[in-house]
C-alpha cells in the first residue's frame, strides 16, 4: 500500500470558480522592467499598431522628471478598444509578426515606472478616447477612470497630435528619477539617463530604424518656460556592423532539429579582433561582456550577450564570439522569452539540439575553437610604432612633418587641434575625443604665449597624451584618471605663476589659495599641502557633437519659419496660453528673483560661479529669462490687436507689431505686481506709445513733431471737413485745433508722400510717340558727365603741370609741343627741333630721354590711374 496519488486519476469534480485578480497585483506587475525596457515595449505596442515615428518626451521643473509621454502616430484605439488594452491580458490578440506577445506590455511596463497611467487615443474617425489607471487601489475588482471625448481631444492636440491617428502615453507619479539636492547633481543625472537610454534603444530596435520603419526620437520639455530642447534621434547600434570578419568562412550557419519537429538555427559570427567602436563596445561595456547570444524575434532585439548555459561566460579567449537566434513560431516551445522581453531561456530542448548539430562538419565546439584561435592569432602582434593621430590647426609647427615622415598617421582618426577657451582657474585644458579638438585655457593665455618655447613644449605634450584617444566616442574610467593625473601635473608646471599671482593680488598665500579655489566635490579640498603638491582637477572630456543630433542650435530645434511674418507670429502666439492674473504674480516675481540673481552672477569670481551656489544663481537668472519668454509670448496677441488700429498711417502691419514687442518688452520690465494692476491693462500704455514713437519717427519721409503726428488724424479729418480756398481752409483747420495757420500750412503742404525716383513719368519722344521714363531720367541728363568725370577733367591738367615743373625748360617744351599739351595741335620732331633750334635727331633724343626719366617718376605713378 502506497500514499502516492496520480492527480491524472483522481476524481476533481465538475466544479469551477472565478479567480478575479485582486487590484492590488497593479503593485506587482512588471517589476523586472528598467526604463529602456518598459519604454521599448511600449513601442513595441506603437510599432504593431502601425506606427513609423515615436516620440519620447520627458517634461521637467527644475531638473526634476514630472513626466514622461510617449507619443506615436499609429492607427489609435476607439474608447472599447482602449478599455480592452487596459484590461490585465485583455490587450489585442497578437499575429505571429507582432513585436506584442503577453497582453500585458502597456500595464507592466507603464506601472513598473510611475503611479499613474493614462491614455489618449484616436483613430480619426470617432471620438478621442482617453483613460487613466491607478496603481494604488485594493479590493476585488481594478477600476480605471474614463476621460471625456472632448477633453481627450483637447488634449492630444496639446500634446502636438497633429496626424489623423495617434495615441500618447503618459506616465506621471514617477520613481526612479533622481531627487538630489543640487540642481547640477539632478541634470547630470539626466543627461547621462538620456544618453544610456538612447543607446539601448538604438541597439533594441537597430534593424527596424536602419531599415526606416520606425523612427524614435527623445526629447525635454521645460515645464517652467514650456520650451523644448532639440529632439535627439535613437541611432542604430548594430552588433555585427562589420565589414569583414575575423575568419574566413564566417559567418556560418549550425542548425538544429528540435525535439518537437521545429529547426534552430544558430549564426554564427567571429569578430575582427583588431576593430574598436561604438559596435565592439557597446554602451559602455567592454567587448568581453557581448559576446554570447544575440535573440531577435521579428527584427526586435529580445537577448543581448551570454550563453545561456550552452558555454560559460566571460570567457577572455571567447570575446570575438557572437552569435544571432532568429526567433520563429515553430522554435517558441524551445525558447521562452520573459514578459518584460529582456532575455531569453533555452530550454533543455533546445540547448540538446545545438549541442549535438552538425552542419557539414560545423559544430558548435568548432564554432569556440575557432574563435579562439583568432583571439590568439591576434595577440600575436608584431611589434612595431603605430600611426599617430594627424596633427592639426594651432599645433606646434615642425610636429606635422615629423610625425607624417617617422610614424605616419591613422586615417581613422581626427587630426588633434588646438584652440583657445575660457574654463575654471586650475583647469589647463579641456578635450573632445570625438572631434579631436583640445581647448587651451584663455585665462592663462597671455603667460604662456609669452613663452613661446615653453608653449610650443606644452602643446608637443598634451599631443603625444592625447591622440591614441582621438575619434573614441567614450573613455573608459580608468583611462579617465589617468589623464586626469597627468593634467594636474602639466597645470601645475604651466599655470604656476599665474596662480601665485592671483594669490599676491587677493591677498592671501599660495597655499589658502589652493585649498579655497577647488571644487565642491573634490576629495582633497581643505588639505594642508606644500606650493609643490598637485592638486587633482577633473578633465573636460567633452563627447562632441553626435552625428544623430540636430545640426541647428537646440534652442532652435522647434522653430518653424513661414514667409508670411505675421502668419508665423500668430502661431507663435498660439503656443503661449493666455495668463490669469496669478500666473502673471508669478511670472512677474520670477523676473524680479531672475533679475537680481543676474546682478548677483555678475558681481561673482569666475571660480565662485561654479559652486553650487553659483550655479544655483545661474538656473535662477535663467529662470527669469524663461518668464520673461513666457510673459512676452502671452500677449503678443494683445500687440497684434493694438496694432491693427494704426494701419494705413506710413508703416506696414508687421513693422507696427515689432514696435509694439520692443513696448511690450520694455512693459514686462517696468511692471510692478504690487500695484494690483493686470499686466495686459498696463502694457497697453506701454505698447500704444511704442508704435505712436514709431509712426511719428518712420512713418513719413518728412518727420513731423511728436505732437503734430499725434494730432495728424484730427487734421486730416478736419481738412477734408472744410472747403473754400486753401487759405480760408487753413485757418478754419486752425481754429479747430487751437494750433498757429503757420504749423498747419507746413502740415497740409506736406501731407503726400515724396515722388521717388524710380516714380514713371509718360513724356513725348523725339518721333511723336509716348513712353514711361522714370523721374530720375527726367531730372538728370544721361549725356552729362558725372561727378566723377567733372572732376578728373578739372585734376588731370593740373597734375600734369605739376609734373613738368619739375623738368628742365628744354625738356619740358619738348613734350608740351610733341604732345600738344598746352591745347595746340601735336607736332612733328622736325617742327619741335626749329623751335628749340636744334637738329630732328637731338630732339629725338631730347625726347625720349625726358620720357624715360618720367616713367620712374614718383609724380608720374599718380597719372596711371587716368589710364
Known amino acids: 500500500m502506497t500514499d502516492r496519488i496520480d492527480v491524472d486519476e483522481a476524481d476533481l469534480g465538475e466544479g469551477t470558480v472565478v479567480l478575479a485578480p485582486d487590484a492590488s497585483i497593479l503593485a506587482a506587475i512588471?517589476?523586472?522592467?528598467?526604463?529602456?525596457?518598459?519604454?521599448?515595449?511600449?513601442?513595441?505596442?506603437?510599432?504593431?499598431?502601425?506606427?513609423?515615428?515615436?516620440?519620447?518626451?520627458?517634461?521637467?521643473?527644475?531638473?526634476?522628471?514630472?513626466?514622461?509621454?510617449?507619443?506615436?502616430?499609429?492607427?489609435?484605439?476607439?474608447?472599447?478598444?482602449?478599455?480592452?488594452?487596459?484590461?490585465?491580458?485583455?490587450?489585442?490578440?497578437?499575429?505571429?509578426?507582432?513585436?506584442?506577445?503577453?497582453r500585458v506590455g502597456l500595464k507592466a511596463a507603464s506601472l513598473s515606472q510611475a503611479r499613474i497611467l493614462t491614455v489618449f487615443s484616436t483613430t480619426g474617425f470617432s471620438p478621442a478616447a482617453g483613460m487613466r489607471l491607478d496603481r494604488a487601489q485594493s479590493g476585488p475588482q481594478i477600476r480605471a477612470q474614463v476621460i471625456d471625448a472632448g477633453a481627450a481631444a483637447s488634449v492630444l492636440q496639446k500634446r502636438g497630435l497633429d496626424a489623423d491617428s495617434g495615441t500618447v502615453v503618459e506616465w506621471s507619479g514617477l520613481e526612479s528619477v533622481s531627487e538630489a539636492s543640487t540642481y547640477h547633481a539632478r541634470r547630470n543625472w539626466f543627461e547621462a539617463m538620456i544618453v544610456q537610454l538612447r543607446d539601448e534603444l538604438g541597439l533594441t530596435f537597430h534593424r527596424l530604424i536602419a531599415d526606416e520603419r520606425i523612427r524614435i526620437e527623445i526629447d525635454e520639455l521645460d515645464e517652467s518656460s514650456n520650451d523644448s530642447g532639440a529632439p535627439r534621434v535613437v541611432k542604430p547600434i548594430d552588433p555585427f556592423e562589420f565589414e569583414r570578419w575575423g575568419s574566413t568562412g564566417y559567418p556560418r550557419a549550425l542548425d538544429a532539429e528540435l525535439a518537437g519537429g521545429g529547426r534552430l538555427t544558430l549564426t554564427c559570427y567571429i569578430l575582427p579582433p583588431a576593430v574598436e567602436g561604438p559596435h565592439v563596445k557597446m554602451l559602455g561595456r567592454p567587448r568581453v561582456a557581448w559576446q554570447g547570444l544575440f535573440v531577435y524575434r521579428n527584427d526586435r532585439l529580445l537577448h543581448t550577450g551570454g550563453w545561456l548555459q550552452l558555454h560559460p561566460d566571460g570567457g577572455v579567449d571567447t570575446q570575438l564570439a557572437r552569435a544571432v537566434i532568429e526567433l520563429t513560431s515553430d522554435v517558441l516551445d524551445a525558447v521562452a522569452m520573459n514578459a518584460e522581453k529582456r532575455g531569453v531561456v533555452l530550454r533543455p530542448s533546445a540547448m540538446q539540439a545545438l549541442e549535438h548539430a552538425r552542419t557539414d562538419g560545423f559544430s558548435l565546439k568548432a564554432y569556440f575553437d575557432d574563435a579562439r584561435e583568432v583571439w590568439r592569432r591576434g595577440q600575436q602582434r608584431e611589434l612595431r610604432a603605430q600611426p599617430f593621430a594627424a596633427v592639426g590647426e594651432g599645433a606646434p609647427s615642425g610636429l606635422e612633418s615629423l610625425v607624417e615622415k617617422t610614424l605616419g598617421v591613422r586615417d581613422d582618426a581626427p587630426a588633434i587641434s588646438f584652440g583657445w577657451v575660457e574654463l575654471a582657474p586650475r583647469q589647463l585644458y579641456s578635450f573632445e575625443p570625438l572631434t579631436g579638438l583640445v581647448w587651451l585655457n584663455s585665462q592663462h593665455r597671455v603667460e604662456l604665449e609669452a613663452d613661446p618655447p615653453r608653449l610650443e613644449l606644452l602643446k608637443t605634450s598634451i599631443f603625444l597624451l592625447l591622440e591614441a584617444h582621438a575619434g573614441k566616442e567614450r573613455l573608459a574610467g580608468h583611462t579617465r584618471q589617468r589623464l586626469d593625473v597627468v593634467?594636474?601635473?602639466?597645470?601645475?608646471?604651466?599655470?604656476?605663476?599665474?596662480?601665485?599671482?592671483?594669490?599676491?593680488?587677493?591677498?592671501?598665500?599660495?597655499?589658502?589659495?589652493?585649498?579655497?579655489d577647488l571644487p565642491d566635490d573634490d576629495p582633497d579640498r581643505g588639505r594642508a599641502g606644500d606650493d609643490d603638491e598637485l592638486v587633482l582637477v577633473e578633465s573636460i572630456f567633452i563627447s562632441g557633437r553626435d552625428p544623430y543630433e540636430p545640426l541647428a542650435d537646440p534652442a532652435l530645434a522647434d522653430v518653424h519659419i513661414d514667409d508670411d511674418v505675421l502668419k508665423d507670429l500668430l502661431r507663435r502666439a498660439k503656443d503661449f496660453p493666455l495668463l490669469s492674473a496669478h500666473e502673471e504674480v508669478e511670472l512677474a516675481h520670477e523676473i524680479e528673483v531672475g533679475v537680481f540673481a543676474a546682478e548677483r552672477i555678475a558681481w561673482l569670481a569666475h571660480e565662485d560661479r561654479v559652486t553650487a551656489n553659483?550655479?544655483?544663481?545661474?538656473?535662477?537668472?535663467?529662470?527669469?529669462?524663461?518668464?520673461?519668454?513666457?510673459?512676452?509670448?502671452?500677449?503678443?496677441?494683445?500687440?497684434?490687436?493694438?496694432?491693427?488700429?494704426?494701419?494705413?498711417?506710413?508703416?506696414?502691419?508687421?513693422?507696427?507689431?515689432?514696435?509694439?514687442?520692443?513696448?511690450?518688452?520694455?512693459?514686462?520690465?517696468?511692471?510692478?505686481?504690487?500695484?494690483?494692476?493686470?499686466?495686459?491693462?498696463?502694457?497697453?500704455?506701454?505698447?500704444?506709445?511704442?508704435?505712436t514713437r514709431a509712426l511719428a519717427d518712420q512713418g513719413r519721409t518728412i518727420r513731423f513733431p511728436v505732437h503734430i503726428a499725434e494730432k495728424l488724424p484730427d487734421l486730416i479729418k478736419a481738412w477734408k471737413d472744410t472747403s473754400g480756398i486753401s487759405a480760408q481752409r487753413i485757418n478754419d483747420v486752425a481754429e479747430a485745433l487751437d494750433e498757429a495757420p503757420a504749423s498747419v500750412r507746413a502740415v497740409i503742404n506736406n501731407l503726400d508722400a515724396p515722388y521717388s525716383l524710380d516714380w514713371p513719368v509718360l513724356i513725348e519722344a523725339a518721333d511723336g510717340e509716348t513712353e514711361w521714363v522714370s523721374l530720375a531720367d527726367e531730372l538728370v541728363d544721361a549725356n552729362d558727365l558725372t561727378q566723377e568725370e567733372h572732376f578728373e577733367r578739372a585734376m588731370l591738367p593740373l597734375q600734369v603741370k605739376s609734373l613738368l615743373d619739375t623738368l628742365g625748360d628744354r625738356e619740358a617744351n619738348v613734350i608740351r609741343l610733341r604732345f600738344g599739351i598746352d591745347g595746340d595741335a601735336p607736332r612733328t620732331l622736325d617742327a619741335v627741333g626749329e623751335s628749340i633750334g636744334v637738329t630732328r635727331e637731338r630732339a629725338r633724343q631730347i625726347e625720349a630721354k625726358t620720357l624715360d626719366a618720367l616713367r620712374d617718376s614718383e609724380l608720374a605713378k599718380s597719372l596711371r590711374a587716368y589710364l
Request: proline share 1%; net charge positive.
Open 614 to 691: 553659483g550655479l544655483d544663481l545661474q538656473w535662477l537668472a535663467r529662470n527669469g529669462e524663461r518668464a520673461i519668454d513666457r510673459m512676452v509670448g502671452s500677449n503678443l496677441r494683445l500687440v497684434l490687436h493694438i496694432a491693427k488700429g494704426y494701419q494705413n498711417r506710413g508703416l506696414e502691419l508687421a513693422d507696427l507689431v515689432q514696435e509694439g514687442i520692443t513696448g511690450l518688452l520694455r512693459a514686462v520690465q517696468k511692471f510692478d505686481r504690487f500695484h494690483g494692476t493686470k499686466f495686459s491693462t498696463y502694457s497697453t500704455w506701454w505698447i500704444r506709445q511704442a508704435i
Open 30 to 102: 512588471g517589476r523586472g522592467h528598467t526604463l529602456a525596457s518598459a519604454l521599448a515595449d511600449l513601442i513595441d505596442n506603437s510599432f504593431d499598431a502601425g506606427a513609423t515615428r515615436v516620440s519620447i518626451r520627458f517634461v521637467t521643473q527644475n531638473a526634476v522628471v514630472r513626466s514622461i509621454r510617449i507619443r506615436d502616430d499609429g492607427c489609435g484605439m476607439t474608447i472599447a478598444q482602449l478599455q480592452h488594452a487596459m484590461t490585465l491580458g485583455g490587450g489585442s490578440e497578437h499575429s505571429g509578426s507582432d513585436q506584442g506577445h503577453f
Open 487 to 516: 593634467h594636474a601635473a602639466l597645470a601645475s608646471v604651466a599655470i604656476r605663476g599665474h596662480v601665485e599671482d592671483v594669490s599676491r593680488e587677493s591677498g592671501r598665500g599660495p597655499r589658502e589659495v589652493t585649498a579655497q
